[in-house]
């Protein structure tokens, strides 16, 4: 079993909160006319939830890869 197929829900999940990091830099943030602060905050906590669940993800594949040795 290579590496890739191994931890392939891992590395999608780190690809997806990287990729909401990516999409909250792009975006930006800007102060309205109003004075009120704009910004796509929703993309930060996303972030952390996907690279939490990549680390849980790894470590499951890690111990299962460990107990089939």
């Known amino acids: 079993m290579t590496l890739i ?4 829900v891992t590395i999608l999940l780190s690809a997806i ?3 909401c990091l990516a999409i909250y830099a792009y975006k ?3 102060v309205d006319d109003n ?3 704009i910004e796509s905050f929703g ?3 996303l972030f ?3 690279q939490l669940l ?3 993800s790894l470590i499951y594949a890690a111990l299962k890869h460990r ?3």
């Open 35 to 37: 004075g009120v602060l």
């Open 48 to 50: 952390w939830l996907f």
């Open 67 to 69: 107990k089939t040795r």
């Open 5 to 8: 197929s191994r931890y392939r």
């Open 54 to 56: 990549a680390l849980v």
């Open 28 to 30: 930006g943030s800007y």
């Open 17 to 19: 909160g990287w990729g």
């Open 43 to 45: 993309f930060i906590p």
